[in-house]
């Protein structure tokens, strides 16, 4: 009974105590990304809960010491679909794969709800040893889909409805003249272009923008340095790529909405053989032409026209591998009746017919050719006969085609005849330099485009202020008035989305001085203002984006042009 000594036994136990402390921080880690997830979570024995997350209460507003233990059956509509899923479920998980689903599951308050399950087992070889589901709410999307299948069910009635009102009416415009037939199907085009339109334009516009920014830049650069160095070769060939691009542009704003032509009058026999031997340059296609002296003028964008030709030369090269002759010919015709053309009885035409040797164009690809999208091409858009007629159309004229397979096609194009006298174009000025300088006020809301342009008309020798809006511009051409130094020319931007545009400034600045010369500039070169600038007061025109030769070209021609000239 009298203690003699201690046997005392020591264990390290510092690794169990920091295996214990990471295995309770791991614990916490996971309960904090179980209770922290946006979907519900539950671990099930045996179909009946073991552990769920607090997403799991949210969707089915049951607290979890209300289901522990309990089966899922409670979370169900009914007993039968309670079993149907787990005749379906168990399969699956005793395959090693995970069970996907979407079904229609029941809420604490009775309320029924469409929900995603997703499950897998953990030890597939039993299942009900423990699996693990996760749940979402999709009622909301559910409902959005019910919604859309509801619209368009009703789009579909409305649509069948619709269908079934047009093939009436049909039937009885099928007993009206031909030139009513035509009606329908030009609108029809008409919309397919015009879906393109509102897009386009907006695309078309800030890319002139930052093409007149690019172009401006390399036109200044390109006066400074000497040519034959290599940089002003790679200017060169930025400044064409960036010519190119100006093109394509063009070609969005043929389908830009309300746009018009900015037309003049032309002797077409010399531009028709322009333009294709232009197209033709490089092939191993030939030119044969029929372009009588005495045709008939046109007014017309030289620049629309040139693409509508370059457009069907491209085609007619594609359309004969081999090489061979395209054929032009040109001609004057008063149309008596020519309802499927679409063209105004009595009225002068100029007929112009390119005709190719070539493939040819399948009889079933013949009433869509123009629409856009549609092409027979292994690559390509689809577009270019589609801006062909879109330019021809609005021109006041028509293009139809004749086709053959094997044998070639035939475009024959119309556009109506003007007694007004060509147009004269200005003599050339040897240089970029102008006569006179000027002083000259620059409005643009976008401040590179403002400041590129400055500087072209200080290359051009002329003095330049810039402002970003209508109504800083009225006030500098105010103040300048007031001065005793009165600016030359304004050249105004159409369009400024936060501000006073070129409309209202030039209705302001001809308040102040009715003499005042404005030039209006815009990306979207196709608006009608563009087209008919005289009509609002304006002096010149100038779509971007311009060259350096362009701009000179516009501000001499406004210096030094008449009234009646201008």
Not at 65 to 88: A, D, F, K, N
Not at 144 to 149: H, L, P, Q, R, S
Request: glycine share 10%; aromatic share 6%.
């Amino acid at each position: 009974g009298n203690p003699i000594g201690l046997i005392a036994i020591g264990r390290d136990i510092t690794e169990n105590k920091r295996n214990r402390t990471m295995l309770e921080e791991k614990t916490a880690e996971q309960n904090a990304i179980l209770e922290n997830a946006i979907v519900g979570i539950a671990y099930l024995k045996g179909r009946r809960f073991v552990r769920m997350n607090g997403k799991m209460e949210q969707i089915f507003g049951y607290t979890r010491e209300e289901v522990i233990g309990l089966t899922t059956e409670v979370h169900y509509p009914s007993i039968e679909s309670y079993e149907e899923l787990g005749r379906e479920a168990y399969p699956i998980l005793a395959s090693g794969k995970a069970y996907h689903t979407e079904r229609l599951m029941k809420r604490k308050d009775g309320t029924c709800f469409w929900c995603s399950l997703s499950g897998k087992a953990v030890d597939p070889s039993s299942p009900d040893d423990g699996s693990i589901w996760i749940l979402q709410d999709i009622s909301k999307r559910k409902r959005a889909e019910e919604e859309i299948k509801r619209i368009n069910q009703n789009l579909e009635s409305l649509v069948a409805e619709r269908t079934r009102e047009l093939k009436q009416t049909n039937e009885r415009l099928m007993a009206e003249i031909a030139e009513r037939k035509w009606v329908e199907e030009e609108l029809i085009k008409a919309q397919k272009l015009e879906s393109l339109g509102v897009l386009a334009g907006g695309i078309a516009h800030d890319f002139n923008n930052i093409l007149s920014i690019i172009l401006g830049n390399t036109e200044v650069i390109g006066t400074v340095l000497p040519p034959g160095e290599e940089a002003h070769e790679q200017l060169s060939v930025v400044k064409q790529a960036a010519i190119q691009a100006r093109g394509i542009t063009q070609q969005l704003l043929t389908f830009a909405k309300g746009g018009a032509p900015i037309k003049k009058v032309v002797s077409m026999p010399q531009f028709i053989r322009e333009c294709v031997e232009f197209s033709l340059r490089g092939t191993n296609v030939r030119a044969e032409y029929s372009l009588p002296p005495d045709l008939w003028r046109v007014e017309i964008d030289e620049s629309q026209i040139n693409q509508v030709l370059n457009n069907l030369a491209i085609n007619a090269v594609q359309a004969m591998p081999e090489g061979g002759a395209l054929v032009v010919i040109a001609g004057n015709e008063v149309v008596s009746r020519r309802a499927s053309a679409g063209l105004q009885a009595g009225r002068r035409y100029l007929r112009i017919e390119i005709t190719d040797h070539g493939l040819g164009i399948p009889e079933k690809n013949l009433d869509k050719i123009f629409d856009p999208y549609s092409t027979t091409k292994e690559s390509g858009s689809g577009l270019g006969l589609s801006i062909v007629y879109s330019i021809v159309k609005r021109h006041g004229g028509s293009i139809t085609v004749d086709s053959t397979p094997g044998k070639g096609s035939t475009f024959i194009i119309f556009l109506p005849a003007t007694d007004r006298k060509q147009t004269e174009r200005p003599a050339e000025v040897e240089g970029a330099r102008p006569s006179q300088p000027g002083r000259i006020l620059v409005m643009d809301d976008e401040a590179a485009v403002s400041t590129i342009a400055a500087r072209m008309l200080q290359r051009l020798g002329h003095q330049a202020e810039t402002v970003q809006d209508g109504a800083e511009a009225v006030s500098a051409y105010r103040q300048a008035l007031a001065k005793g130094e009165p600016f030359d020319i304004v050249i105004t931007d159409l369009t400024v989305p936060a501000g006073m545009g070129g409309k209202e400034t030039i209705r302001r600045l001809l308040e102040i001085d009715p003499q005042a010369k404005v030039i209006v500039s815009s990306g979207y070169a196709n608006d009608p203002i563009m087209s008919h600038f005289a009509d609002y007061g304006f002096k010149g025109v100038i779509p971007k984006p311009y060259l350096l030769e362009e701009l000179g070209k516009t501000i001499r021609e406004v210096l030094g042009g008449t009234e009646e000239e201008l």
